[in-house]
């Protein structure tokens, strides 16, 4: 059975940083690519970042690119995303995702239980 338990969550100012944590078992974590979504009030669940397997290849949101970084250590079974320059648009619940497609993040795969980002202005 796949777990996948986020962390790192809270309040931060804007202009804040923050680092989320997302660690699985369950599965061979190093096969699988890693992602991160995020879903605010009253809107849907939409893509962050995602990593592949290897580390080797990662893409962003337009939205977040150049402020946020996501990486993975496999040792660890984790993978992490880093929010720099944050803003209050990018309050929202946080998830990570084990198992999407680089082509269609988010269309499948595994989910875990969110942890909430609240950045104050």
């Known amino acids: 059975q796949v777990q996948l338990v986020e962390s790192g969550g809270g309040l931060v100012q804007a202009g804040g940083s923050l680092r989320l944590s997302c660690a699985a078992s369950g599965r061979t974590f190093s096969t699988y690519n890693m992602g991160w979504f995020r879903q605010a009030p009253g809107k849907e669940r939409e893509f962050v970042a995602i990593i592949s397997w290897s580390g080797a290849t990662t893409y962003y949101a337009d939205s977040v690119k150049g402020r946020f970084s996501i990486s993975r250590d496999n040792a660890k079974n984790t993978v992490y995303l880093q929010m720099n320059s944050v803003k209050p648009e990018d309050t929202a619940i946080y998830y990570c995702?084990?198992?999407?497609?680089?082509?269609?993040?988010?269309?499948?795969?595994?989910w875990g239980q969110g942890t909430q980002v609240t950045v104050s202005s």
């Open positions: 995702n084990l198992g999407s497609s680089m082509a269609t993040p988010g269309a499948r795969g595994y």
